[in-house]
Every structure is written in C-alpha cells, then in structure tokens.
T-cell receptor
Framework: EAQVTQNPRYLITVTGKKLTVTCSQN?????MSWYRQDPGLGLRQIYY???????DKGDVPEGYKVSRKEKRNFPLILESPSPNQTSLYFC????????????FGPGTRLTVL | DAKTTQPPSMDCAEGRAANLPCNHS???????VYWYRQIHSQGPQYIIH???NNETNEMASLIITEDRKSSTLILPHATLRDTAVYYC???????????FGQGTELSVKP
C-alpha cells in the first residue's frame, strides 16, 4: 500500500531534550516536505526537499533541522525543543512539485513542556 | 500568505450536492488549483486538482472559471463522512509547497 508513515504519532517531551520525528514514504517520490499545523494559523511549511541531499527552508524553519540521505526518508530534528514547538506535524511527499499530488502522513502530535 | 479565500463554514443535507466556492484571483498562469480535505486532525487527503479545464474523478468535480480567478468543488452526493475542513490551495511554483488558507468547514447533516 502506498503510504507516508510518521513516528512517533504522539510525543510528550521536555524543553531542551533533542528529538527526531521520522518520516518515510514507499512511493519513490522525489519531493518531501514537513508542515506544522496550529489553531488559527493553518498548515505552514517548515522544510522541504526536492531530492536526495537537497533541502531548503520553508516558511517557519527556525528551531528545526532536516536531512535527506535516502530518497524514502526525511526526518525532522528538533535539537532543543521549546514549548512554542508544541504542534501537530505532518510529513508529505509527491513525485514532483507543481503539478503532482502531495500525500500526507497521519501526523505527529508533539507537546513540549 | 494564503492565495485563496473560502467561506469559513457551510452546511449541506445528506444526499444533496455540496458546492464549495473558492476565490484565487492572484493565481498565476502555471499554478494549479488543488483541493484537499482534513477530517478531524488526520493528515490532509487529496481530492482533485486542475489547471484550466473542469475535472472530475470518483470523489468530486472541479469547476474552474474561464479567467481562473475562482473555482467550485462539487461533492455530488454528500454523506456524513464528508464532514471535514476543505482546503482550496494553489501550489507554489518554486518551493512546491501547498499554501493552505483557513479552509471551509463543511457539515453534512442527516
């Protein structure tokens, strides 16, 4: 089954404790992206990757890192999480950019205390 | 900033057609219009997309005006499971991101 998976689905952590949210897709997609969703602000892009070893900042990249060492994986790294990073996070992938459908993962609900 | 404008909420009777409007007056010539929906806090689900011509698939129809400044998503026979937030989106040419607005919360009622 074609899908985007994220782990963990739920995470409660404390300020400053490094964490990684994994994202994997099995569709051989070149484009992958991370979004965060907050009440009243909608979904905002954090980082995206056009292909392996190619990443770029989205609208809200501060406090996040990503890597794209393999085509299928695009982990989101929070080196020193803070409470304002409490949010619902979605990973998405697509074959290409402008004209291709993005498929979203199920989401990761992160709480930083 | 969001490039689309949608009504914040709409109601629809079960079994009737749901027509969701969207304005995207600043859309550029090679930007596609996409529709996604989000049920509760699940990942957004793709519905349909188009450039100029009207499109139809197993889920919905998309009507795009000739000047491309607005579109309408049509769910022909809405069911209770279609209750969701529907997002009309244009996709950025450069970074490929989906520029989400606030969406329309569609409530399908028995």
């Amino acid at each position: 089954e074609a899908q985007v998976t994220q782990n963990p689905r739920y995470l409660i952590t404390v300020t400053g404790k490094k964490l990684t949210v994994t994202c994997s897709q099995n569709m051989n997609h070149e484009y992958m992206s991370w979004y965060r969703q907050d009440p009243g602000l909608g979904l905002r892009q954090i980082y995206y990757s056009m292909n392996v070893e190619v990443t770029d900042k989205g609208d809200v990249p501060e406090g996040y890192k990503v890597s794209r060492k393999e085509k299928r994986n695009f982990p989101l790294i929070l080196e020193s999480p803070s409470p304002n990073q409490t949010s619902l996070y979605f990973c998405a992938s697509s074959r290409g950019t402008t004209r291709d459908t993005q498929y979203f993962g199920p989401g990761t609900r992160l709480t930083v205390l | 900033d969001a490039k689309t404008t949608q009504p914040p909420s709409m109601d629809c009777a079960e079994g009737r057609a749901a027509n969701l409007p969207c304005n995207h007056s600043t859309i550029s010539g090679n930007e596609y219009v996409y529709w996604y929906r989000q049920i509760h806090s699940q990942g957004p689900q793709y519905i349909i997309h188009g450039l100029k011509n009207n499109e139809t698939n197993e889920m919905a129809s998309l009507i795009i005006t000739e000047d491309r400044k607005s579109s309408t998503l049509i769910l022909p026979h809405a069911t209770l499971r279609d209750t969701a937030v529907y997002y009309c989106i244009v996709r950025d040419n450069q970074g490929g991101k989906l520029i989400f607005g606030q969406g329309t919360e569609l409530s399908v009622k028995p």
